[in-house]
């Protein structure tokens, strides 16, 4: 029926509420609330806040590790890693300048600009025998280190291309959650499928499962989204720029290659969270202008006499609905997969690699 669907904030009869209680329903209302939810009737710009947190750290964190690779090359540790032979780096007799220009050449990649796998290791890169000793958060800080600055400039670039478009549209707590996930479900997938006894660091997972929010966004809001092609382009760029970069440094390190299973991992798992997370504004709009078309003939019935009974709306303000809206069953369909690919990601791998996969890996010994 028609009462059925009458908004809340409207008695049976039509009468609009007075401004007072919507005053004290919008008291009630938390603040953090629009931090995961955005409102679409007021539209608010976030400020990018996660983005330019991570980006910042990402870039201290190489540059603490860039002046610190020099006194590593050094140390004992560093012979340990390398069957007792001793450091003939350049980075030993060079400062300054020269040496802050040679790491900054991005365009360029060079082992000798390149973290080895003992520097990255105390770092906290992700190395499964390790995780299986109990270093269990290396599957965190593997996340916030890079190899080179080549692959963290890839990267960032990326996630600042990406990420603060939509941050500011979906707020930093939902960026945030999505950024997480997606970094977690491209790491369990590398664990589960990838060779175990390779040492892996970089945030391209979580970078790319931002390319899965990209697409979830223009799947759920296709009838909102101002220019969708270009959007897709954008993300198609980055998606270029990421491999191309990261191919590259594979190419000029040999000790480093690219973790394909990562950027799937991530890329699904980002797109299947989103999905569960992200609000269809369009859907939201259209409710609220039949909350006002009820209200507006609510108020018309009680004004030209019709007393307590509620005017009739004409039937097309009940089809003020979406595409999802109108197409319910598709859209729990997709809701349904994507609860059961989030299990799969962060129940089932994490349990394939914990109890099959790491009691039988064995690796040689990384230190001589």
Request: net charge positive.
């Amino acid at each position: 029926p028609a009462s059925s669907i009458l908004p809340a904030a409207a008695t049976p009869a039509g009468i609009v509420p007075s401004s007072s209680s919507q005053q004290q329903q919008q008291q009630h209302d938390p603040a953090w609330h629009h931090w995961l939810v955005p409102s679409d009737s007021t539209p608010q710009r976030y400020w990018a806040a996660w983005t330019s947190i991570f980006t910042l750290a990402a870039c201290f964190v190489f540059a603490y590790q860039a002046g610190q690779y020099g006194t590593y090359q050094q140390s004992v540790t560093y012979m340990q890693y390398h069957n007792g032979t001793a450091s003939d780096s350049p980075l030993l007799y060079s400062w300054g300048p020269s040496s802050l220009l040679g790491w900054l050449k991005f365009w360029v990649t060079t082992p000798v600009y390149s973290f080895d796998v003992g520097y990255l290791m105390n770092w906290g890169a992700r190395y499964q025998p390790a995780i299986a000793a109990g270093e269990w958060w290396r599957l965190f800080s593997s996340i916030c280190i890079h190899g080179s600055f080549s692959h963290l400039f890839s990267n960032m670039l990326s996630l600042v291309i990406l990420a603060a478009p939509l941050e500011q549209t979906y707020g930093p707590l939902r960026t945030f959650i999505i950024f997480v996930a997606a970094g977690l479900g491209g790491t369990f997938t590398s664990m589960a499928i990838e060779e175990p006894c390779f040492v892996y660091v970089g945030a391209s997972g979580a970078v790319f499962g931002f390319l899965g929010l990209y697409l979830a966004d223009i799947v759920l809001n296709f009838e909102s989204m101002y220019r969708p092609l270009l959007r897709l382009g954008l993300m198609l760029v980055a998606l270029g720029l990421t491999l191309g970069v990261e191919f590259a440094t594979a190419r000029g390190s040999p000790a480093f290659t690219v973790s394909h299973m990562s950027h799937i991992g991530g890329l699904v798992a980002g797109l299947f969270v989103s999905f569960i997370f992200l609000p269809n504004f369009r859907d939201r709009r259209w409710r609220s202008a039949r909350k006002l078309a009820y209200k507006v003939y609510g108020t018309v019935g009680r004004l030209s006499g019709g007393g307590n009974q509620r005017h009739q709306a004409p039937h097309w303000v009940e089809k003020m609905q979406s595409c999802w809206s109108r197409n319910a069953w598709l859209y729990w369909c997709l809701w349904v997969l994507s609860v059961l690919v989030i299990i799969a990601f962060f129940a089932g791998f994490p349990a394939y690699v914990w109890v099959l996969r790491m009691p039988t890996t064995h690796c040689p010994a990384l230190l001589s």
